[in-house]
């Protein structure tokens, strides 16, 4: 029985831990989930070598892979290594094009260098960087969510995700996004299923529509 489950790995967002999947259930008679954590990135490490070394983290072959933003330009990037099932990009950004004009100016400008990640441990801070919106009424909700807030850590993200140099979509993505995201415009966004309401953090606030489309997803041609 196990043999036929259909393996479905979860890759989560800059700064956040795999519990922002903790409501996605799929049906277990189909498949079976695991979660994937951020690793710390080695000195200097591209986010090719990144993705090589997470592709290490999948066990099984022909696997799906989810990723919600920052995960989802990375599982992007692992799927040029390992053959996948299906491929879904959600909240997150296919090529370097449908990144908003103010990321492209922290590129240009090299101001992403410049960015206050050594005050990261404040965590409404680190929510606005991650989540695009301040929780001040839901810090301690969010505490459990955003738990990756090592400095290395968050100038190697920041750095990955503005300088990310992917012209051309990978045809086979499955790009999931909302219409109210604050961080990743849906007005910079083409090709995709628009979540209404959706904003940055739907895969958490939206579980229900996930869990209800993602079966059907997987499974269609």
Known sequence: MNQQLIPVYLMPGMAANP???EYIKLPEDQFEIFWLSWKMPLKKETLQ?????????VK??????????????????????????????VSSVKTKHELPKRMKLLKVTKAYKLLPTQLMG??????KYAFGETITKRVELYKKY???????YLDWAIEQVICWEQDQAIPEAIHIHGDNDMVFPCSYISNCTK???GTHIMIINK??????????????N
Request: hydrophobic letters at 45%; charged letters at 25%; glycine letters at 6%.
């Open 146 to 152: 955003l738990s990756v807030s090592d400095k290395a």
């Open 49 to 57: 070598d990144y993705a090589k070394r997470m592709c290490e983290e």
């Open 195 to 197: 979540i209404k309401g």
């Open 122 to 127: 404040n965590i409404d801070l680190l929510a």
């Open 19 to 21: 519990t922002i999947f």
């Open 207 to 220: 579980y229900k529509w996930f869990n209800e489309n993602l079966p059907k997803l997987i499974l269609g």
């Open 60 to 89: 099984h072959e022909n696997p799906v892979l989810l990723g919600v933003s920052f995960g989802g330009i990375l599982v992007q990037e692992m799927s040029k290594h390992i053959s996948v099932r299906k491929l879904f990009v």
